[in-house]
């Protein structure tokens, strides 16, 4: 098989197979997912996610141009606007935390980046 081949076949997998929902590679990892549910969103509203952004994937599987971008905002924000997400914390609940810029003893640190 060459490469053209698989691309459509893949192609055609993708507009085809209707019992799953393709979804986006950054953030929708396994752990992307899993962390998403911890936050509050619900695995209804993520699986909807993949359904609406679907649709616009097969569409520009055919390199068709089109301008959808205010229907797609919208369809999205429909699907998250009853969510409610718990907000991430760092390990002492401050952004200081998660920047490695305050020590265990509460006191400041500069950042040494070694340059100049």
């Known amino acids: 098989m060459s490469w053209r081949d698989a691309a459509e076949w893949a192609s055609y997998m993708f507009k085809n197979i209707n019992s799953s929902i393709p979804m986006p590679l950054y953030g929708f990892s396994l752990w992307g997912i ?61 952004i200081s935390a998660l920047t490695g810029l305050s020590g265990r003893d509460g006191t400041n640190r500069r950042l040494n980046s070694g340059i100049g």
């Open 34 to 94: 899993a962390y998403l549910v911890s936050k509050g969103i619900r695995i209804e509203s993520i699986a909807e996610f993949g359904s609406v952004v679907r649709e616009k994937f097969i569409l520009g599987l055919d390199d068709i141009e089109m301008d959808y971008s205010a229907d797609l905002a919208r369809r999205l924000a429909d699907v998250f606007k009853d969510a409610t997400v718990v907000p991430a914390k760092g390990i002492n609940g401050g």
